[in-house]
């Protein structure tokens, strides 16, 4: 997906999250965010761990994550498994 987009977009900079390129869903236009799954994120993080371990990973080293006005976009996209925080 990220080759799609940087292709589309030519001359535009993204800024990634490393290790998460597969959970990329898309862009937001206006202001050229890349946007991210927070299912497929974990699917991700849940490959070198439980996935308890993983949720918390996910929620401390991704969620919280900024890095600057172009800091990507998640997407809490599948409610039908308990992968979030109450």
Known sequence: MIDKI???????????FDGFDEAIIGVEENEMKL???SKKCIEIISK???KEEAIEYFYFNV????????????????????????
């Open 63 to 86: 969620v919280g994550m900024f890095i600057g006005e172009k800091t990507p976009i998640i997407c809490f996209d599948d409610f039908s498994e308990d992968y979030y925080q109450e």
């Open 6 to 16: 940087t292709e589309r977009y030519d001359g535009i900079e993204f800024f990634t």
């Open 48 to 50: 070198e761990m439980c």
């Open 35 to 37: 946007i991210y799954s």
